[in-house]
C-alpha cells in the first residue's frame, strides 16, 4: 500500500485536531452555559425566599394569610415560570397559601423541608424541569410553616436546545473553513520542501554544484538545508577524487600495459635470437611487477579506506618494531653507504603488522631520497599527549607547495621521480590511511637542500 503524502496527512491531523478542538469547545460552552443558568436561577430563588421569610415574619398570619398576601403576590408577580407555596406543618389542610401556576401537590409534599435553604430539581408529568428552594419559616404568630418556591425551568431549557442546535448547524461550516485554512497553510508550509525537490532531481554525478537555499527558512529547514549541502559537498568532494583517482589509475596502469604491448609487437615482429627474447621477458617481468604493487596498494587502500573498517589494537612497543624493520632494509642502506639510527622508545595501541608497513614507507623514501654516506634518523618521544615516530633524512628536500598534496594517491613531487626509482605513488597515501584507522594523523615538514621529516602521531 502507497503511504500517504505528508502533506495529506498533515492536513487531515490538523482537520482531525481542530474538529476535537471545536467540539470540546463547543460541548465546555454548553456545560458553562447550563450552569450559568442554574446558578442564575439559583440565585434568583435565595433572594426571593429571603423577601418572603421577612415579610412573613413581619406582617403575616396563618388567619390572614389568604386576605393579606399581597407581599407575597409581589414577589411572583409578572413572572409565569414562578409559583409559591406555603404549607402547614400540623392541621387537616396543610396548603395555607398558593400563588402563581398550579403544581402538583403530592410531589410538592414529598419535598424535605428543614431550617436551612435546601434546592430540588425535579419533572413533572408534563416533563417541565422545575427548581424549588424550600425553608421551615415563622408567621408573625409564630406558626412554624413550610415555604417552596418553585421556578420552571423550561425557558432554560428551550434556550440551551437552541444553543445546541445553532451549534450543531455551525460546526460542519467550522469544521470546514478549519480544514480549508489547514490545508492551504500546510502547502505554504511545505513549499520549501517542494523546491529541496526540484533541486534534488537535478543532482546527479555529473550535476553536484547545486545547493539548497539557507535563508527565508524556518529554523528546522534552515538547519536540513545546511546538513544537505554539507552532504553535497562531501559528495562532491568524492566524486572529483575519485575522477581524478579514476584517471591517475588509468594512466599509471596505462604506461606499464603499453610497454609490455610495445615490447612484446617488437620481439614478435621477427626472428630474434635467445638473449633478445630472454631480455625481453626479464623487462616484462619487472613490468609485471610493478603492475602487481599498485594492484595490491589498491586492494589494500580500499580496505583500509572503509569508514567501516575496524582494526583490533594492541600494546605495540615501537622501539622493537623499528628495530625489526631497520633489519630488512640494512642491505639497501648498505648499498647507499647510508647508516639507520634509532634513538627512543614508546607503546601505543596499533596493529603491530599496519605500523611496520607504514614505518616501511617512510624507510624506503628516506633510503632512497638521502645521498650516499649520510644517516636515516628514526625517532621516538612524546608529543604533548600523543607518541610521535618520526623518520628524518638529509636530501633535496621537498618545496613547500607540494606539501599539502603528498599523502594524495599518485601524487609525485618530482616529476615522476618516483616511477623511475620503480614507485608506485600510493605509499604515502597507504601511510595516511593506516594513521586514520590509528585515529592518528602524518605530519611532515622538510627544507629544501635539507631534512626531511616525517612523523606518525599516535594518540594515547
Not at 28 to 42: I, N, Q, T
Not at 64 to 87: E, F
Not at 176 to 185: D, S
Request: charged share 20%; net charge neutral; aromatic share 4%.
Amino acid at each position: 500500500m502507497r503511504p500517504a503524502r505528508l502533506s495529506l496527512r498533515l492536513g487531515l491531523s490538523v482537520i482531525l485536531m481542530g474538529a476535537a478542538l471545536v467540539l470540546l469547545l463547543a460541548c465546555l460552552a454548553v456545560l458553562a452555559l447550563d450552569h450559568e443558568l442554574d446558578s442564575r436561577a439559583r440565585k434568583s430563588l435565595m433572594a426571593k425566599m429571603s423577601q418572603i421569610e421577612h415579610s412573613l415574619s413581619i406582617d403575616l398570619k396563618a388567619d390572614d394569610l389568604q386576605s393579606r398576601a399581597h407581599p407575597l403576590l409581589d414577589v411572583v408577580m409578572g413572572h409565569d415560570n414562578l409559583s409559591l407555596s406555603v404549607i402547614a406543618l400540623t392541621g387537616r389542610h396543610s396548603a395555607l397559601l398558593t400563588l402563581g401556576p398550579g403544581l402538583e401537590a403530592d410531589r410538592l409534599l414529598r419535598i424535605h423541608s428543614d431550617q436551612h435553604l435546601t434546592f430540588s430539581q425535579w419533572q413533572d408529568s408534563n416533563d417541565d424541569q422545575l427548581l424549588t428552594a424550600s425553608r421551615l419559616m415563622r408567621l408573625q404568630d409564630g406558626t412554624e410553616v413550610r415555604v417552596l418556591l418553585t421556578v420552571n425551568r423550561a425557558d432554560d431549557n428551550s434556550l440551551l436546545q437552541a444553543y445546541l442546535r445553532s451549534t450543531l448547524w455551525t460546526l460542519p461550516l467550522l469544521l470546514l473553513l478549519i480544514g480549508f485554512v489547514a490545508w492551504k497553510l500546510v502547502q505554504r508550509g511545505l513549499t520549501p520542501l517542494r523546491r529541496f525537490r526540484r533541486i534534488a532531481e537535478q543532482v546527479s554525478a555529473q550535476q553536484l554544484t547545486l545547493r539548497l537555499p539557507e535563508t527565508g527558512l524556518p529554523q528546522e529547514l534552515s538547519d536540513l538545508a545546511g546538513s544537505m549541502n554539507v552532504m553535497l559537498d562531501r559528495i562532491d568532494g568524492g566524486v572529483q577524487r575519485l575522477s581524478q583517482f579514476s584517471d591517475d589509475l588509468a594512466h599509471e596502469l596505462r604506461t606499464p600495459i603499453s610497454n609490455l604491448m610495445g615490447k612484446a609487437q617488437v620481439t614478435l615482429a621477427r626472428e630474434r635470437p635467445v638473449e633478445q627474447y630472454k631480455e625481453v621477458l626479464e623487462t616484462s617481468i619487472e613490468e609485471l611487477t610493478r603492475l602487481n604493487r599498485i594492484i595490491t596498494d589498491m586492494l589494500f587502500l580500499a580496505q583500509v579506506s572503509q569508514p567501516q573498517a575496524q582494526v583490533p589494537l594492541k600494546p605495540v612497543s615501537l622501539a622493537d618494531e623499528v628495530t625489526r624493520v631497520s633489519e630488512l632494509f640494512e642491505f639497501s642502506a648498505e648499498q647507499k653507504h647510508i647508516v639507520l639510527r634509532q634513538q627512543g622508545w614508546g607503546t601505543v595501541m596499533a596493529d603491530r603488522l599496519m605500523v611496520q608497513r607504514a614505518l616501511s614507507n617512510l624507510l624506503s623514501n628516506a633510503i632512497r631520497h638521502s645521498p650516499s654516506g649520510h644517516a636515516v634518523d628514526i625517532g621516538i618521544e612524546r608529543c604533548g599527549d600523543a607518541v610521535c615516530l618520526w623518520v628524518e633524512n638529509q636530501g633535496p628536500g621537498i618545496a613547500q607547495e607540494h606539501l599539502p598534496h603528498l599523502f594524495e594517491r599518485f601524487y609525485r613531487a618530482g616529476s615522476g621521480r618516483s616511477r623511475l626509482e620503480g614507485g608506485t605513488g600510493l605509499g604515502l597515501a597507504i601511510v595516511k590511511s593506516i594513521m586514520q584507522v590509528h585515529r592518528g594523523e602524518v605530519e611532515v615538514r622538510s627544507e629544501v637542500n635539507g631534512k626531511t621529516r616525517f612523523s606518525l602521531v599516535f594518540p594515547d
